[in-house]
């Protein structure tokens, strides 16, 4: 299960959407991020056979967007970013609409709808046309439908917009499971889910790819210093602590856990050791300070 995206250029008259974009995409949830206008939406569009590259080719499973639409249209799931529905459909009618546009039919049809209602926590309202949920049942039966035919791949474009907290944590907790087994490609402007649920991440601005890595990396790679934070079994002073050599500035957390900060780039842990063994300290937790996602994401994006 993959997604194979070579030299993909997008233009929309003279705007730029996407500027040759390459990336290739396995097994596992793929957080896709950037700012607004980034091309995040363009792209998952041309993977869907929504609309066509202007340049460049992209295949799913092997099968090409543009020569075998109707291949890749049988094996993804899409919910776009503004979720298309039927609001004078009740919610297991527009279910069995959708599972009769891909040739569900009878027991088949009846099963994997109820488990769309299950597993997407779509029960209490399922009696319901679909114009009189919330925003959050509706992106439910968003997932629902691009759920159905139990697809090999699933392109969510912001799948947990209008979500409450407890609704997230479990959409959350869906999309993890479907990873397990699933190629899925997964947009949104909410970094903690990107770092909940996602083994990587992919950083697009202005149409070009500026970052693509696991979560882990892009946090500890693009550190911007040196910055460690130690926990100390007994009680230090800020003044004891700057007489470690190259660190400039220190700051307490609370009780003893303390930040320092080195001069330059410098790496102050094995100075750090070697004086906790003279001032004879107990060192509990020792931590190199790593930019958030939300950090990561700005450094690359500004």
Same mark, same amino acid.
């Given at each position: 299960?993959?997604?194979?995206?070579?030299? &993909?250029?997008?233009?929309?008259?003279? #705007? @730029?959407?996407?500027?040759?974009? *390459?990336?290739?995409?396995?097994?596992?949830?793929?957080?896709?991020?950037?700012?607004?206008?980034?091309?995040?939406?363009?792209?998952?569009?041309?993977?869907?056979?929504?609309?066509?590259? !202007?340049?460049?080719?992209?295949?799913?499973?092997?099968?090409?967007?543009?020569?075998?639409?109707?291949?890749?249209?049988?094996?993804?799931?899409?919910?776009?970013?503004?979720?298309?529905?039927?609001?004078?459909?009740?919610?297991?009618?527009?279910?069995?609409?959708?599972a009769?546009?891909? #040739?569900?039919?009878?027991?088949?049809?009846?099963?994997?709808?109820?488990?769309?209602?299950?597993? !997407?926590?779509?029960?209490?309202?399922?009696?319901?046309?679909?114009?009189?949920?919330?925003?959050?049942?509706? #992106?439910?039966?968003?997932?629902?439908?691009?759920?159905?035919?139990?697809?090999?791949?699933?392109? @969510?474009?912001?799948?947990?917009?209008?979500?409450?907290?407890?609704? @997230?944590?479990?959409?959350?907790n869906?999309? =993890?499971?479907?990873?397990?087994?699933? *190629?899925?490609?997964?947009? !949104?402007?909410?970094?903690?889910?990107?770092?909940a649920?996602? #083994?990587r991440?992919?950083?697009?601005?202005?149409?070009?790819?500026? $970052?693509?890595?696991?979560?882990?990396?892009?946090?500890?790679?693009? =550190?911007? =210093?040196?910055? /460690?934070?130690?926990?100390?079994?007994?009680?230090?002073?800020?003044?004891?602590?700057?007489?470690?050599?190259?660190?400039?500035?220190?700051?307490?957390v609370?009780?003893?856990?303390?930040?320092?900060?080195?001069?330059?780039?410098?790496?102050?842990? $094995?100075?750090?050791?070697?004086?906790? /063994?003279?001032h004879? @300290?107990? &060192?509990? *937790?020792?931590?190199?300070?790593?930019?958030?996602?939300?950090? $990561?994401?700005?450094?690359f *994006?500004?």
């Amino acid at each position: 299960m993959s997604i194979e995206i070579q030299h &993909i250029t997008k233009q929309y008259g003279e #705007q @730029l959407a996407l500027n040759d974009v *390459t990336l290739n995409i396995d097994k596992g949830i793929v957080g896709l991020l950037g700012p607004n206008g980034a091309g995040k939406s363009t792209l998952m569009k041309i993977i869907t056979c929504f609309i066509p590259p !202007t340049s460049g080719t992209a295949s799913v499973n092997g099968f090409d967007v543009m020569e075998q639409s109707m291949e890749v249209k049988r094996i993804v799931g899409y919910l776009p970013e503004h979720n298309p529905l039927y609001l004078d459909m009740y919610v297991r009618e527009y279910l069995d609409f959708v599972a009769g546009i891909h #040739q569900l039919k009878g027991d088949t049809a009846r099963k994997r709808i109820e488990t769309m209602v299950e597993v !997407t926590g779509l029960g209490p309202e399922a009696h319901k046309k679909i114009g009189a949920l919330s925003k959050g049942y509706r #992106q439910r039966v968003g997932l629902a439908q691009a759920m159905m035919h139990n697809p090999q791949v699933l392109i @969510l474009d912001e799948p947990t917009s209008g979500l409450d907290p407890n609704q @997230l944590i479990d959409i959350r907790n869906l999309i =993890s499971e479907l990873g397990k087994e699933k *190629t899925v490609l997964l947009s !949104t402007h909410i970094m903690q889910e990107v770092e909940a649920i996602c #083994q990587r991440a992919i950083i697009i601005n202005k149409g070009v790819v500026v $970052a693509d890595d696991k979560i882990e990396n892009l946090k500890q790679e693009n =550190s911007a =210093s040196n910055v /460690v934070i130690v926990e100390f079994e007994n009680e230090v002073t800020q003044q004891l602590l700057l007489s470690i050599p190259q660190v400039c500035k220190v700051k307490r957390v609370k009780d003893n856990h303390w930040i320092l900060e080195p001069e330059g780039d410098a790496d102050i842990r $094995a100075n750090l050791m070697k004086w906790s /063994v003279e001032h004879n @300290l107990i &060192i509990k *937790t020792l931590q190199k300070e790593d930019l958030s996602i939300e950090e $990561a994401f700005q450094k690359f *994006t500004r």
